[in-house]
């Protein structure tokens, strides 16, 4: 298992709120990235340590 931080920014990119995630692989931190920013109004950026891994846009109405 890896550690993953997500990022929740807003439409300025500054950070709002961060969570961290124990996913075994990329793939499942994107998934669940995407299930968070289905239920925020902000965009949402996984990162594995330095690295970026992805960025979920933020749900639209």
Same mark, same amino acid.
């Given at each position: 298992m890896a550690d993953y931080r997500c990022y929740f920014v807003n439409n300025l990119d500054q950070i709002q #709120? !961060?969570?961290? +995630? $124990?996913?075994? $692989?990329? #793939? $499942? !931190?994107?998934? *669940? !990235?995407? $299930? +968070? #920013?289905? &239920? *925020? &109004?902000?965009t949402v950026e996984i990162w594995n340590g330095a690295r970026l891994v992805g960025r979920v846009p933020q749900a639209t109405s």
């Open positions: #709120a !961060a969570r961290m +995630l $124990e996913c075994a $692989e990329d #793939a $499942e !931190a994107m998934l *669940q !990235a995407g $299930e +968070l #920013a289905e &239920s *925020q &109004s902000l």
